[in-house]
């Protein structure tokens, strides 16, 4: 995957923490908001002075479904999609792996961050934490 320079000056940090298997997420340093995905400006306050910060990279799940049918032919279905919210107040569209059984992880499970391998880059995933 690659992306276009614009792209890689606002992502590019992130990419690199995945590469280390750290989860990061940009934090506005004007208002304090953790928001995710990467924009140029801060969704609460319109300031571009923000930052990325390291996330815990857990949270619980908001959503959570098996996608049977790929917006392109090249992506493998079915794989386990949803919504994460992470303990530090932002939130993060994500695909969930190895669960108990192949399940998909109940809505308000606890999930910690684990990091796969996908057209040539880390990027992260979830997984159910099970006692």
């Not at 953790?34 to 969704?43: D, E, L, M, R, S």
């Not at 996330?55 to 493998?76: I, L």
């Not at 939130?91 to 969930?96: E, G, N, P, R, W």
């Amino acid at each position: 995957m690659t992306l276009s320079a614009e792209a890689e000056a606002l992502t590019g940090e992130f990419w690199a923490a995945a590469a280390r298997h750290e989860l990061v997420r940009p934090v506005c340093r004007d208002c304090g908001r953790n928001f995710f995905t990467p924009q140029i400006a801060c969704p609460q306050c319109l300031s571009e002075n923000w930052s990325y910060e390291r996330s815990s990279g857990r949270g619980r799940v908001y959503s959570a479904t098996v996608v049977h049918k790929a917006a392109t032919p090249d992506v493998p279905v079915p794989f386990r999609l949803g919504i994460v919210d992470l303990d530090e107040g932002w939130s993060m569209l994500t695909t969930f792996v190895d669960g108990p059984g192949g399940r998909l992880p109940a809505i308000g499970a606890p999930v910690e961050v684990t990091w796969v391998e996908q057209d040539g880059r880390t990027v992260p995933a979830f997984r159910e934490i099970v006692p």
